[in-house]
């Protein structure tokens, strides 16, 4: 990956290996599937799944009946918010599938990618069983390790994407 760089029109652009980009895309497109069940599933009650929990929290968590009325109204607004965000990422990183993808955002895509990749990172914290920074989660097979690699492989992203825009 070249990092997130500003550039003179305004907006950022940086350059991702077709690897990493087929990562980002198979990431955010678990993210859209997962925004898109959420909205239907948390309507009309609290999530059972702790990754939709973890995306759509309780308003109101000592007040079950405000947070389930806060929900009702809000849930399938904001879960089509997320996906729309991480459909953003996928459509940005279209390119070939061999050498470099060239992505270059605007400011509202930049915003978009932001809230996409914490909303990715925070589904896989939720399934590494990672609280806190500073958890090192449960990392107990490849599977888990790869995840937390990408974990924190997105959090660089994220954090030359934030520096790009300052």
Request: net charge negative; hydrophobic share 45%; charged share 30%.
């Amino acid at each position: 990956m070249r990092p997130f760089r500003a550039d003179r029109h305004g907006g950022v652009r940086a350059r991702f290996e077709a690897g990493e980009a087929e990562v980002l895309r198979r990431f955010a497109a678990a993210a859209a599937e997962r925004a898109e069940r959420a909205g239907s599933e948390t309507r009309d009650g609290a999530p059972a799944d702790p990754t939709l929990t973890r995306l759509l929290p309780d308003a109101y968590p000592d007040d079950p009946e405000a947070s389930a009325e806060f929900r009702r109204f809000t849930a399938e607004r904001l879960a089509e918010s997320k996906a729309q965000n991480a459909r953003t990422v996928i459509d940005s990183l279209s390119g070939p599938a061999e050498g470099t993808v060239e992505v270059r955002l605007d400011s509202a895509q930049a915003q978009a990618w932001l809230r996409a990749l914490t909303d990715i990172r925070l589904a896989l914290a939720a399934d590494l069983g990672i609280e806190h920074d500073g958890d090192e989660g449960d990392i107990h097979d490849l599977e888990s390790a790869t995840r937390r690699a990408v974990y924190d492989w997105l959090a660089a992203v994220q954090e030359f994407l934030i520096l790009a825009l300052r």
